[in-house]
């Protein structure tokens, strides 16, 4: 009850927190849009590209692409020797 007195707020669920926390400016603000790598070959620009957004599987990679699984899987190994992406569990990728 004292809690209450001094202005905290009864939380009763998640819909709650979410409640109070509406209208709260996120901490981290928007990156700029990052350039691709120097160096990178057309394939190599594409997967890059499209791990701008967020980690994909390879299986999807591949399926947008249109190309087979070797010549993906190499293009994206050398991203990984260049540092420009990392594989992560799961067969997925995301930029490093």
Sequence with gaps: NQL?????ILIRGVEDILEELEGVAPLVE???PAAPPPGLDDLQRRLWEKLA???RYLDELVQELGLGVP???AAL???EMKKAV???P???YERA
Excluded at 4 to 8: M, S
């Design 4 to 8: 209450l007195r001094k202005g905290a």
């Design 30 to 32: 928007a990156a700029e």
């Design 53 to 55: 957004e967020r980690p």
């Design 71 to 73: 010549e993906v899987s």
């Design 77 to 79: 190994m050398m991203l």
């Design 86 to 88: 990392r594989r992560l």
């Design 90 to 92: 799961g067969n997925r």
